[in-house]
């Protein structure tokens, strides 16, 4: 009798390709890509799936009926607000605090060059910013009631400028949610089934502008979202898909298309939280404690840390460098450092790369799309690294002519340099941003990168991962059996999650309102899990206050006990345990010893357990054949040595696990190419990752 194969499929929708992986009840992993499709991310789905459904050997309308969980990663609010491209939002908000976008934060970024600090663009301009008479205190009690003809009448006005969804957020309104309420009430009144997005149902925070803010950005996203995801659930499921599509969050996790969305903002780095996910399953497998994750797609460098193994979720997130938020997300840091990151000189004669991208249309000029402006890729191309006739397992040519005549254009002539010179100072300057990047989020944060390893993937990071790592003291790099389409994999790691944050303020006395508060979120978020059809002992509940010492700006997360009886005794615990966790994230020395601490919100995290296919392990060769035979050679201007050299190729689809190379090589891989420098050893593991050592980091640490 023929086994009965299942499959669990992840899709990471990027800026450049997108990445689809299936796991399959067996064990055995596929993965594939597509371009991604901008004017319809659908049509780029649909067609990494139909590569995905070869690979398998079976149409995809009979693949998508065996599929038990399929989970997908977007970047369509990211690209929404980077491009500020989407709804046209009217705000309303209390009388007096209508320009409370404009004002911000005050200074609109970090650069301390003073004709940089430009006003943020304002989502909402100020004649669709409605204010209405009412006023809350900040204990919640009505001072000023709004009435219902008041209500009415703000969503007329907004209505009369043809707004496509209305935010609302008043002052207080976490501590009294009644007059947003009425508010949504006359949205449903007065315009039925306009996208309106209500403060105190998405953020019930204290912090006016952010809550706001997070609030206008929901409601901008939102119609591109509800477009999104009703066009994905109707083509897959058109061609057989029968389960619900999780959709990834930012923090990690994933929610259903109707609660997406509901919450769209949500969304936002849901590719880049699916490689951090991923990471952390690796790292949990191969049995490593700290690592660095570091993703280089077609746009953009994303890297981030696990300490201990544990993603660090930020709870204010600067989107677009520009909109200041609440949201919880992944700590994770981008630059513009990808492969279709644009190269170019500035006023200076000093060679530059990104922020600006070349995107999936017209991408990099070897693609031979209409490309005119020369990128990483074509940088690694020019230098030898990339192989024209192996690019995507073949299926694509570079047009190696046309990229060097663009670099020899656009950098070599201003630099005074052939092509290839031109191509090697690409590589370096590159290379210097990334590390810098890793520096970042490891040194800048009081951590020593020699105590992680890096966990390297995206299609364009094989080539650059040990050369980023020699640079920062890494001595281990681990490139995943399927780096080029990691995040996809990643999403299927990722457990159902919802999280809540409500302002509950305690100095001392009684817990029952604390206790409450935290009881009545986690009946919230338990049910959401349960329509979702988890039974309760897959479901885990975490309850958390969020900390600080008085007068301070910024809190911190505590652990609490999931009893509906908290008492004051577990309070006072927790502000015990604060100054220990303080010192942990700032340094020792650093808690401020005598200060009050005081509880500010209360947070509840609810996980819905998924079983995740696991891949099989496969047996590892015999000493003896450990050395894998290279398939050729092939000269390669080498950029951070500065000459050309014969390079040893291999071809990965002849790799078995156990089997070794020792730079310098190059790893041709059907979605990517890997790069071993000399001095670096690569090792073929059971599940088919590579694991790149410095030798001489050892050597030196020997020597020492």
């Not at 496509?164 to 007065?190: D, K, T, Y």
């Not at 986690?522 to 900390?547: H, N, S």
């Amino acid at each position: 009798m023929t086994e009965h194969v299942q499959y669990q499929i992840g899709c990471d929708i990027g800026g450049t390709f997108t990445d689809v992986t299936a796991v399959d009840s067996r064990g055995v992993v596929y993965s594939d890509k597509s371009d991604t499709t901008p004017h319809d991310l659908s049509v780029g789905l649909i067609a990494a799936l139909e590569n995905l459904a070869q690979r398998i050997g079976k149409p995809l309308d009979q693949v998508l009926p065996d599929t038990t969980r399929f989970v997908n990663g977007t970047t369509a609010v990211t690209n929404s607000i980077a491009e500020l491209k989407g709804a046209r939002v009217g705000l309303i908000t209390t009388q007096g605090f209508g320009d409370n976008l404009l004002i911000a934060r005050s200074a609109r970024s970090a650069d301390r060059d003073h004709h940089r600090q430009l006003n943020i663009p304002q989502i909402v301009p100020r004649e669709r910013v409605v204010e209405v008479t009412e006023r809350i205190d900040r204990k919640g009690s009505v001072v000023v009631a709004l009435t219902d003809d008041d209500a009415r009448a703000a969503v007329r006005r907004l209505v009369d400028m043809d707004v496509e969804a209305i935010a609302i957020s008043l002052l207080w309104s976490f501590a009294n949610p009644e007059h947003e309420e009425r508010l949504a009430a006359a949205v449903a009144q007065e315009a039925p089934g306009l996208f309106v997005s209500v403060s105190s149902r998405l953020h019930p925070m204290i912090r006016e502008y952010e809550r706001t803010m997070t609030t206008v950005l929901n409601a901008f996203t939102g119609i591109r979202v509800a477009e999104y995801t009703g066009r994905i659930e109707r083509e897959l499921g058109a061609r057989g898909l029968r389960v619900p599509i999780g959709f990834m969050q930012g923090f990690g996790g994933t929610l259903t298309a109707e609660e997406a969305r509901q919450r769209p903002i949500t969304l936002v780095d849901s590719g880049p939280a699916g490689g951090v996910i991923g990471a952390q399953a690796l790292a949990k497998r191969l049995g490593i404690k700290n690592v660095v994750t570091a993703d280089m797609g077609g746009t953009s460098f994303d890297v981030s840390v696990l300490q201990g193994n544990k993603p660090l979720v930020t709870q204010r997130v600067m989107l677009r460098d520009q909109f200041l938020t609440a949201l919880p997300k992944i700590d994770v840091l981008p630059i513009g450092a990808g492969g279709g990151s644009i190269a170019w000189v500035d006023a200076r004669g000093i060679p530059q790369v990104g922020p600006h991208s070349a995107g999936a249309e017209p991408g990099p000029v070897c693609y031979g799309k209409g490309g005119v402006v020369p990128t990483v890729t074509d940088a690694s191309a020019v230098l030898g690294l990339l192989e024209p006739s192996a690019f995507l397992g073949g299926r694509r040519e570079l047009a190696l002519q046309p990229a060097r005549e663009a670099m020899e254009r656009e950098i070599g002539k201003p630099l005074d340099v052939d092509a290839v010179h031109a191509a090697a100072a690409v590589y370096r300057m590159v290379t210097a941003n990334m590390s810098n990047a890793v520096r970042t989020v490891t040194v800048e944060r009081g951590h020593d990168p020699r105590a992680f390893s890096m966990v390297a993937y995206g299609g364009a990071l094989g080539i650059f991962a040990a050369d980023i790592a020699r640079e920062v003291g890494i001595r281990q790099v681990i490139i995943p059996a399927d780096a080029a389409v990691f995040s996809a994999t990643g999403l299927l790691n990722s457990d159902d999650v919802r999280t809540r944050s409500r302002s509950a303020l305690w100095v001392g006395g009684d817990a029952g309102t604390i206790a409450a508060t935290l009881g009545q979120l986690d009946d919230e978020l338990v049910a959401t899990l349960r329509a979702a059809g988890y039974a309760d002992e897959a479901i885990d509940v975490v309850w958390e206050g969020e900390f600080k010492y008085a007068g301070q700006q910024w809190e911190l997360p505590v652990s609490l006990p999931r009893d509906r009886n908290l008492s004051e005794a577990d309070l006072v615990d927790a502000q015990t345990r604060y100054g220990t966790l303080y010192e942990a994230e700032y340094g020792s020395g650093s808690a401020w010893v005598g200060s009050p601490v005081v509880l500010v919100a209360v947070r509840v995290t609810a996980t819905g357990r998924v079983a995740a296919l696991e891949p099989t392990p496969a047996q590892l060769v015999s000493e003896s054949e450990q050395r894998l035979p290279a398939t050729g050679s092939r000269k390669v201007f080498l950029p951070l040595l500065g000459e050309e050299t014969e390079v040893g190729v291999y071809d990965t689809r002849t790799a078995k696990a156990g089997h070794q190379i020792q730079g310098p090589a190059i790893l041709e891989h059907p979605l990517t190419t890997l790069q071993i420098p000399s001095g670096w050893d690569a090792r073929i593991d059971e599940w088919g990752n590579f694991i790149l050592t410095d030798r001489t980091a050892e050597q030196i640490e020997e020597k020492a």
